[in-house]
């Protein structure tokens, strides 16, 4: 299975508009990607669109963890 890049910056979008439905269907493709095996990659976004991977999530464990990171304020 191929790792799923999340981009932080439309985490951090949908965190300030409040839309659940997107971050659940997100973590929901997260979750999925570390059961198959892959990793989770977070990247953040330059302005120029170049993307800097700077943490990757490998086990469930450590995905639980960054999920209740993304929604503990929602």
Same mark, same amino acid.
């Given at each position: ?26 973590? @929901? ?15 953040? @976004? ?5 993307? @800097? ?6 086990? @469930? ?14």
């Amino acid at each position: 299975m191929e790792d799923y890049i999340i981009s932080v910056n439309r985490i951090e979008e949908l965190q300030m508009i409040k839309d659940i439905q997107s971050l659940e269907s997100i973590m @929901e493709r997260a979750r999925r990607a570390i059961i198959g095996g892959a990793a989770v990659i977070l990247v953040r @976004e330059s302005a120029g669109g170049k993307q @800097e991977k700077f943490d990757a999530i490998t086990d @469930e464990t450590g995905f639980r963890q960054y999920r209740e990171r993304v929604f503990r304020y929602l």
